[in-house]
């Protein structure tokens, strides 16, 4: 335990001190949010201010780019030596993951309140109790956890922070085949086949009605059984890729 | 013995990286592992340092094996890698009280341990500024602190000079010379023979895999005998055919020629005399005190002499 809080400390530490990420969690979400709303928000219909509908989806996206960050910082610890000389001390080594996974988590509680505050000054008005923004939160918890694990298993594959950062980018392709941004009754067939049945719909759904009511239906236990899926995958899968990458 | 290995084996694919290395470390002493890239030392360091399983052979650390007791072995040991392991964007001091309170010093303890290593590898000015405005040399002493934050029983450095300039190899050298004075044991590999000449009590030569040749600086030296002939030659088909005359260990990537000598005029008259005659005349000759290179030479028919040496 006392491994584990010492490698958390240290990686949010190093994320706060590292540029790059910093403004991954902080520049991005904003211009995010700036483009969908004012760019392309205008030539959209959804029914509503587009401002409104975004919301859950860009939260969502900038945990995928996010992801990014910590695969890499993953990838520089396999590889640079760190991982060796932790390994070669009485001490759980793998809390190197776990301090990566929760500096990622840290690092999106930032991001997502500055999507929902640039969101608010850009007119977004919640309907939300306090329950369903608690709700709302552990559901996108959840989902930033599954996606951290994710990367940080592939931070354990790659054989260069280059590449590590290359696998990731592969997350950042499901929000824009959801209804992150675009009702899926708007695309054609094959798409809306898939936008509808991948599990970054009914997350988004599920966010979104709870903060701003639209009807959730089976979204609302699809969309936390998808998240909660992911994550057991995730993990299984960054344990899995962490001991063959450091099978003696 | 705190480190005796037996067989050690270890294969990559095709290629057979351990080939059976036998070594053993009295405790307070230290051991060069000694030879060209390649020759298996690190392999061998990650073995002992229980981040790689041997295919053959074991090895005992402290009493404990180092394949089914790796936890206890670690508790002995501490391994410095080739590449300085300390967090850029860490400060020295957060980078030495990260691995305190990774070994349960405690909060207090590791910020007293960090003092302490701060002081000694005289980093104390630069504590506080993050590592990314170190000198190659600085991070080198942090990467070395880290590894003694434990104080361990047997510290494995592995090239702990490569890269670096002559005033920052020196400091390291002091460095670990007032370690070993402290009682620690140090097994160190290197390519650079002036490294192991200074810090080993023993050395050993590896080359491919197996043990070439193993004994003190003194012992190895006094196996080549007296002074040392070097022929030189520009033109490698006449190298080939002088060593093949003189039926001597030739250095085919140097062009050269190691030959023992008496060093009297007659020795070499004659031996010039006798290539000349063959139409294998060097073009020039020089001579020297033996070297560990020269014992290296003469086992391997390869030479060790890296950029630094020269």
């Known amino acids: 335990?006392?491994?584990?809080?010492?490698?958390?400390?240290?990686?949010?530490?190093?994320?706060?001190?590292?540029?790059?990420?910093?403004?991954?969690?902080?520049?991005?979400?904003?211009?995010?949010?700036?483009?969908?709303?004012?760019?392309?928000?205008?030539?959209?219909?959804?029914?509503?201010?587009?401002?409104?509908?975004?919301?859950?989806?860009?939260?969502?996206?900038?945990?995928?780019?996010?992801?990014?960050?910590?695969?890499?910082?993953?990838?520089?610890?396999?590889?640079?030596g760190m991982i060796d000389r932790l390994r070669s001390m009485p001490v759980r080594a793998s809390a190197v993951l776990t301090g990566h996974v929760a500096a990622s988590v840290a690092r999106n509680a930032v991001a997502t309140t500055v999507v929902v505050g640039a969101a608010v000054a850009m007119g977004f008005r919640p309907t939300a109790t306090l329950l369903d923004w608690l709700l709302a939160a552990g559901l996108v918890l959840l989902y930033v956890l599954a996606l951290s694990w994710l990367a940080a298993g592939l931070g354990a594959l790659a054989r260069s922070v280059e590449s590590a950062s290359a696998l990731s980018f592969v997350m950042l392709f499901l929000p824009y085949l959801s209804s992150a941004f675009v009702p899926t009754e708007t695309m054609p067939a094959v798409l809306r086949a898939i936008g509808d049945n991948q599990p970054v719909t009914p997350i988004i759904e599920t966010v979104r009605g709870l903060l701003t009511g639209t009807p959730i239906g089976s979204a609302g236990w699809i969309g936390p059984a998808w998240a909660v899926g992911l994550l057991v995958v995730s993990f299984v899968f960054a344990t899995t890729c962490y001991r063959r990458r450091t099978t003696r | 013995m705190i480190l005796e290995a037996?067989?050690?084996?270890?294969?990559?694919?095709?290629?057979?990286?351990?080939?059976?290395?036998?070594?053993?470390?009295?405790?307070?002493?230290?051991?060069?592992?000694?030879?060209?890239?390649?020759?298996?030392?690190?392999?061998?360091?990650?073995?002992?340092?229980?981040?790689?399983?041997?295919?053959?052979?074991?090895?005992?650390?402290?009493?404990?094996?180092?394949?089914?007791?790796?936890?206890?072995?670690?508790?002995?040991?501490?391994?410095?890698?080739?590449?300085?392991?300390?967090?850029?964007?860490?400060?020295?001091?957060?980078?030495?009280?990260?691995?305190?309170?990774?070994?349960?010093?405690?909060?207090?303890?590791?910020?007293?341990?960090?003092?302490?290593?701060?002081?000694?590898?005289?980093?104390?000015?630069?504590?506080?500024?993050?590592?990314?405005?170190y000198s190659g040399g600085m991070r080198r002493r942090l990467d070395l602190a880290m590894s003694l934050v434990a104080a361990p029983r047997l510290l494995f450095l592995d090239e702990p000079t490569t890269g670096l300039d002559p005033a920052s190899r020196a400091t390291m050298w002091g460095a670990v010379g007032e370690l070993v004075r402290g009682g620690t044991t140090v097994l160190l590999t290197t390519q650079y023979l002036e490294e192991a000449d200074r810090l080993a009590d023993r050395i050993v030569l590896i080359d491919d895999g197996r043990v070439a040749a193993e004994g003190s600086a003194d012992e190895l030296k006094a196996r080549v005998g007296g002074d040392r002939l070097d022929l030189w030659f520009a033109d490698r088909e006449r190298l080939e055919r002088a060593a093949v005359i003189l039926d001597a260990a030739a250095d085919l990537h140097e062009t050269r020629i190691g030959l023992p000598t008496d060093g009297s005029a007659g020795q070499l008259h004659h031996v010039l005399d006798v290539l000349r005659a063959a139409g294998a005349g060097p073009d020039r000759v020089t001579s020297h005190r033996p070297t560990l290179d020269d014992v290296f030479l003469g086992v391997t028919k390869r030479t060790l002499v890296t950029g630094a040496d020269r």
Not at chain 1, 54 to 60: F, S
Not at chain 2, 108 to 124: C, I, M
């Open chain 1, 1 to 80: 335990m006392s491994a584990t809080l010492t490698m958390v400390d240290r990686s949010v530490r190093l994320t706060r001190r590292n540029v790059d990420t910093m403004i991954m969690s902080v520049v991005l979400p904003l211009l995010m949010m700036a483009l969908y709303v004012y760019v392309f928000g205008g030539a959209i219909d959804t029914g509503t201010a587009y401002v409104t509908y975004v919301v859950p989806g860009t939260i969502l996206l900038c945990a995928g780019y996010g992801a990014a960050s910590t695969a890499m910082a993953v990838a520089d610890d396999m590889n640079s």
């Open chain 2, 6 to 133: 037996t067989g050690l084996r270890k294969r990559y694919g095709d290629t057979t990286v351990l080939d059976g290395i036998d070594l053993a470390v009295a405790e307070g002493s230290v051991l060069a592992l000694l030879g060209p890239n390649g020759a298996g030392k690190t392999t061998t360091v990650r073995i002992l340092g229980t981040l790689t399983r041997p295919d053959g052979g074991s090895a005992r650390i402290a009493g404990f094996d180092v394949s089914t007791q790796p936890r206890r072995v670690r508790e002995a040991i501490a391994l410095t890698g080739q590449y300085a392991a300390v967090d850029a964007q860490q400060t020295g001091r957060e980078n030495l009280t990260m691995i305190g309170r990774l070994l349960r010093l405690g909060r207090r303890g590791a910020t007293t341990r960090a003092d302490e290593l701060l002081e000694r590898f005289e980093l104390t000015e630069a504590a506080d500024r993050r590592v990314v405005t």
